[in-house]
T-cell receptor, first 112, second 118 residues
């Protein structure tokens, strides 16, 4: 049973546009929601994360929006750049500690 | 600071052969994860260790797969015998357990081993 559903599978955005990736979860015990970024030939790396006590977290051009009642969260990349082209994974876990459950990933291509 | 180190980076082997993948944790980390990544299934957690002890191996596909942590900084994932369907990129990741020194589950991934079984 997949506990974190991610969409879309792939996304093409023009330079300067907004990239939006969505995730939905089923387990209401999840209370930590990170996004990982993976470049070709590299391992995933933590990009930004949110706890459910806030509805939004922003770091530079990257924003997580969180909707606890809908059990959904999304990543917004403002002013998308070609260097943002990568695969993005959402994930979820329960604190204080548990393993991460990853979504299947979104391949983002930002065209010049 | 060196990150998570994995070796080899690429491995091509024939069906039936034994394959051993290696991982060196970041110094001071005490949790270790092995993942498998394929296009069809995405990132799958195979096994998780904490303080050298296997905590959750429910993701290990079958008895052909085994993982060990002979010491606090090193782990191996062995496939014996290997099969073509084992072809994938295998990642290990390490982290600090929050209870030990703060931090929130951030896992630091190695560069991966691309395994091809012919």
């Amino acid at each position: 049973q997949q506990q974190v559903k991610q969409s879309p599978q792939s996304l093409i955005v023009q330079k300067g546009g907004i990239s939006i990736i969505n995730c939905a979860y089923e387990n209401t015990a999840f209370d930590y929601f990170p996004w990982y970024q993976q470049f070709p030939g590299k391992g995933p790396a933590l990009l930004i994360a949110i706890r459910p006590d806030v509805s939004e977290k922003k770091e530079g051009r990257f924003t997580i929006s969180f909707n606890k009642s809908a059990k959904q969260f999304s990543l917004h990349i403002m002013d998308s750049q070609p260097g943002d082209s990568a695969t993005y994974f959402c994930a979820a876990s329960t604190l204080p500690y548990s393993t991460l459950t990853f979504g299947k990933g979104t391949m983002l291509l930002v065209s010049p | 600071d060196a990150g998570v180190i994995q070796s080899p980076r690429h491995e091509v082997t024939e069906m039936g052969q034994e394959v051993t993948l290696r991982c060196k944790l970041i110094s001071g980390h005490n949790s270790l994860f092995w993942y498998r990544q394929t296009m069809m299934r995405g990132l799958e957690l195979l096994i998780y260790f904490n303080n050298n002890v296997p905590i959750d191996d429910s993701g290990m596909p079958e008895d052909r797969f085994s993982a060990k942590m002979p010491n606090a900084s090193f782990s191996t994932l062995k496939i014996q015998p290997s099969e073509p369907r084992d072809s994938a990129v295998y990642f290990c990741a390490s982290s600090l357990r929050p209870g030990s020194a703060g931090g929130l589950n951030e896992q630091f991934f190695g560069p991966g081993t691309r395994l091809t079984v012919l």
